[in-house]
């Protein structure tokens, strides 16, 4: 079965490094998201992208996020000058063409983000 | 009030138990609705999806949804120790959403 694969599982920064978190989206998906989740919290929406740019963002996606599409197959996600409150798991998610039966998100299995 | 609520748990049923999840919602315009399972450090596995009201049966899983209360539920049914895990609803408001909004999921124990 296809899946959205993430890398790296686990990584821990220092504040105010830059990380940058990859995802390989299923290959016939013409959307990508990302999401966080803070431990012990909720999923929360960061950002969608669609046919090479942002479609919609949510307050907490601020200046120090930015995405990107690279190439045709990896999906990044930058975090510029990290914070103590960035630490989260974050998801990678991509969906296909919304015309076909709906189906919801495939998530990939997320980056654990750390930073000390 | 949060726009969707669901009771945290821990929930623990015995073995062979019927499951009973729930979520309520604020969002009038809300009309596909999901249930997730997300194991321990892993990401979120779609289980159901369901447009507008009604149910939706797959195997031991039944999805309801009841939009003139707004609320949904998840059954599932001869509850097994691998179906532990945090049982995440989520919804929108079209099939072109951007993004869905989720619920804080319940967190479920099957004991064998």
């Known amino acids: 079965e296809p899946e959205v694969t993430q890398t790296p599982s686990h990584q821990v920064t220092q504040m105010g490094q830059e990380v940058i978190l990859r995802c390989v989206p299923i290959?016939?998906?013409?959307?990508f998201y990302w999401y966080r989740q803070i431990l012990g919290q909720k999923v929360e929406f960061l950002v969608s992208f669609y046919n090479n740019e942002i479609s919609e963002k949510s307050e907490i996606f601020d200046d120090q996020f930015s995405v990107e599409r690279p190439d045709g197959s990896n999906f990044t996600l930058k975090i510029r000058s990290t914070k103590l409150e960035d630490s989260a798991m974050y998801f990678c998610?991509?969906?296909?063409?919304?015309?076909?039966?709906?189906?919801?998100?495939?998530f990939g299995s997320g980056t654990r983000l750390t930073v000390v | 009030q949060k726009e969707v609520e669901q009771d945290p748990g821990p929930l623990s049923v015995p073995e062979g138990a019927i499951v009973s999840l729930n979520c309520t919602y604020s969002?009038?315009?809300?009309?596909?609705f999901m249930w997730y399972r997300q194991y321990s450090r892993k990401g979120p596995e779609l289980l159901m999806y369901?447009?507008?009201?009604g149910n939706k049966e797959d195997g031991r899983f039944t999805a309801q949804v009841d939009k003139s209360s707004k609320y949904i539920s998840l059954f599932i049914r001869d509850s097994q120790p691998s179906d532990s895990a945090t049982y995440l609803c989520?919804?929108?408001?079209?099939?072109?959403?951007?993004?869905?909004?989720f619920g804080p999921g319940t967190r479920l124990s099957v004991l064998p």
């Open positions: 369901t447009y507008s009201s």
């Open positions: 989520a919804m929108s408001a079209n099939n072109y959403g951007q993004n869905f909004v």
């Open positions: 969002n009038s315009a809300f009309q596909y």
């Open positions: 998610a991509s969906r296909d063409n919304p015309d076909r039966e709906y189906h919801g998100y495939t």
């Open positions: 290959s016939n998906h013409l959307y």
